[in-house]
């Protein structure tokens, strides 16, 4: 059974810092397109970053760019998102999802699997 459990969320002041994570288990972790994704309330799901773990292609969307860094590790089946210089629109919930390949466009549609989710929220 495929799994993905993200953790790391939690409340920050604008300009602090998050790391987020996600365990994958039961499926090929080390030739899949893993990403993170975000869904702030009243708003469409959103792509944040994406990483082809077998190449470690890596895209982001230009909102994030140069303060998000997605990163993984094939030894512990593990995602990372290291956020800096959070702003309170980087407030939702953030998901980590699973694929076999890495498409164009970053669409949600494009990802077969889905961890639940972690909160984040960026206020002062």
């Known amino acids: 059974e495929v799994q993905l459990v993200e953790s790391g969320g939690g409340l920050v002041q604008p300009g602090g810092s998050l790391r987020l994570s996600c365990a994958a288990s039961?499926?090929?972790?080390?030739?899949?397109?893993m990403g993170w994704f975000r869904q702030a309330p009243g708003k469409e799901r959103e792509g944040v970053a994406r990483?082809?773990?077998?190449?470690?292609?890596?895209y982001y969307t230009n909102s994030v760019k140069g303060r998000f860094t997605i990163s993984h590790d094939n030894a512990k089946n593990t995602l990372y998102l290291q956020m800096n210089s959070l702003k309170p629109e980087d407030t939702a919930m953030y998901y980590c999802?699973?694929?076999?390949?890495?498409?164009?466009?970053?669409?949600?549609?494009?990802?077969?699997?889905w961890g639940q989710g972690t909160q984040v929220t960026v206020s002062s």
């Open positions: 039961g499926f090929s972790y080390r030739r899949a397109c």
């Open positions: 999802a699973a694929a076999l390949v890495c498409r164009s466009g970053f669409q949600a549609a494009d990802f077969d699997y």
């Open positions: 990483v082809y773990t077998g190449t470690s292609l890596i």
